[in-house]
Every structure is written in structure tokens, then in C-alpha cells.
Nanobody
């Protein structure tokens, strides 16, 4: 098991940037693939980005491709989501998730560890 804590959310104007962080507990962080998901009010949780345990491969949702970048620092047990050119439709609670795998899961059902979420609000 790994404990996850997100931070970095907030209120930003359209076109602005935010960087989310997700700090993980434990000494096996580098064994986990990591993902970012988001959930807007009244909508299902949706995939945003994922990264393999080594950081060598990433995968993005089409809606954020070219604007968001996922990265990780295994020495710091942290995964990041750099969000640029934010739009009002990016407003949601953002969650990080972890799965003990060599792959790169993109569906929430495949993740067994979740953070509590951080709110991102983009004003127009």
C-alpha cells in the first residue's frame, strides 16, 4: 500500500498554469505506475495522464494533450502534473492514483491507491 497526498490546486484564470504534486509514502514508490484523474461536478471520474514506474513512458487524454505534462521524481516519491493553457472546462477535483504494475493503466478501476484530491478552478 502507498499513501498519496495531492497539493497545488487553486483558482486560476483561463490561460494560466498550475503544477499539481502528489507525494507518496513508503519506500516502494518506484514500483508503482502513477496516474492523474479528474472529476467535475455531476460527471464521472476521467483519465488525465499516466506515467510508468520508471518515468520512461507517459500517456495522455486527448483533451489535455499538448497542455499538460506528467512527470515523476522517484528520489522524492513525488509525481507532478504541470498544467498550462488552462481552460474553464479543466475545472475539477484532481486525484492522483497508484498501481503496482510495470504497465501504464488508464482506467480508474485499475488503480488501487488514491489520494484525497485537490480542487482546480479555472475562471473565464
Amino acid at each position: 500500500q502507498v499513501q498519496l497526498v495531492e497539493s497545488g490546486g487553486g483558482l486560476v484564470q483561463a490561460g494560466g498554469s498550475l503544477r499539481l504534486s502528489c507525494a507518496a509514502s513508503g519506500r516502494t514508490f518506484s514500483s508503482y505506475a502513477m496516474g492523474w484523474f479528474r472529476q467535475a461536478p455531476g460527471k464521472e471520474r476521467e483519465f488525465v495522464a499516466a506515467i510508468t514506474r520508471s518515468g520512461g513512458s507517459t500517456y495522455y487524454a486527448d483533451s489535455i494533450k499538448g497542455r499538460f505534462t506528467i512527470s515523476r521524481d522517484n528520489a522524492k516519491n513525488t509525481v507532478y502534473l504541470q498544467m498550462n493553457s488552462l481552460r474553464p472546462e479543466d475545472t475539477a477535483i484532481y486525484y492522483c492514483a497508484a498501481r503496482l504494475t510495470t504497465g501504464i493503466p488508464v482506467t480508474p478501476q485499475l488503480y488501487s491507491n488514491w489520494g484525497q484530491g485537490t480542487q482546480v478552478t479555472v475562471s473565464s
